[in-house]
């Protein structure tokens, strides 16, 4: 693949047999994916957690499928190399029905594949996607569309049973055709055995180093949300600091230039 080709579901779908690793941000607006995309990053996800680090939620269930397809078309204004994977918010995939009538809406603002959380669960969803032609990337452990049920963000699959039924679902939505599964929050040793398993490459956040790639959430790597930030994310920036010393800055200038 020359550095210049657009990038597609199948090359990520292939890239553990190449033998190659995915870097993987998420990108909510047209300067950030345009940046991104200059740094040669491969596949920009327009993630649910824009409610949390852009719009000011406390959660990602109060998202709404006008909000991401408002994101999306912005983030796809900006022509990216980039593979763009939109994630289907809260209660917008009950069923296969819905799920392939909404993932098209974010199709048409311009996602070219579609992320949805759950194994077996959301296996029907997936099915139904795939058929119509809609690329899918998965998404188990750590569901942050379920947090208020779980109390909190945990590591997933420590338990046997946890293990069990993790390793389940990735086999399971792996053979429901999905070209890449997102590991949030699992326990290291088991996303080493699941990504052992697969054909397909997994893309770790919070799960240790032996994924087939590594997502992050872009104001967690660059430091503009700095309020929260979880404990695996290191951050290699720090634009907070950025933004308010340039704000000052303008603050002093003004008032200096009216005595
Ligand atoms: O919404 C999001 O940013 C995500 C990532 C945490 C994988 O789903």
Redesign the pocket.
């Known amino acids: 693949m020359e550095p210049t080709d657009k990038i597609t579901p199948d090359w990520m779908r292939s890239a553990k047999t190449r033998g190659e690793r995915i870097a993987?941000l998420?990108a909510y607006d047209y300067p950030t994916a345009r940046l991104l995309d200059e740094a040669g990053v491969p596949v920009l996800?327009?993630?649910?957690?824009?409610?949390m680090?852009v719009l000011g939620y406390p959660d990602?269930t109060q998202v709404t499928l006008a909000e991401m397809r408002h994101h999306v078309a912005a983030v796809a204004r900006a022509k990216t190399r980039a593979l763009i994977v939109a994630?289907l918010p809260y209660h917008t995939y009950q069923t296969a029905q819905n799920a392939v009538a909404n993932a098209h809406i974010l199709m048409a603002a311009g996602a070219e594949a579609i992320?949805l959380?759950g194994g077996v669960a959301v296996l029907p969803e997936i099915t139904a996607l795939r058929e119509v032609g809609i690329a899918v990337m998965g998404?188990i452990g750590m569901l942050?569309q379920q947090v208020k049920e779980e109390g909190g963000y945990k590591i997933k699959g420590r338990s046997k049973n946890e293990k069990a039924r993790l390793m389940a679902d990735a086999i399971a939505v792996k053979e429901a055709g999905v070209c890449a599964l997102?590991l949030?929050l699992v326990e290291p040793e088991l996303a080493r055995e699941i990504t052992a398993r697969l054909a397909i490459p997994t893309?770790g956040?919070g799960s240790g180093p032996h994924c087939g790639g590594q997502?992050?959430?872009t104001p967690d790597l660059i430091g503009s949300f700095p309020w929260f930030r979880p404990k695996f994310a290191i951050a290699k920036a720090d634009v907070a600091s950025v933004i308010r010393d340039a704000a000052q800055g303008f603050v002093r200038q003004v008032k200096d230039a009216g005595n």
């Open positions: 993987a998420t996800l327009v993630g649910d957690s824009v409610g680090v990602t994630d992320k959380e998404h942050p997102v949030e893309i956040i997502i992050m959430v």
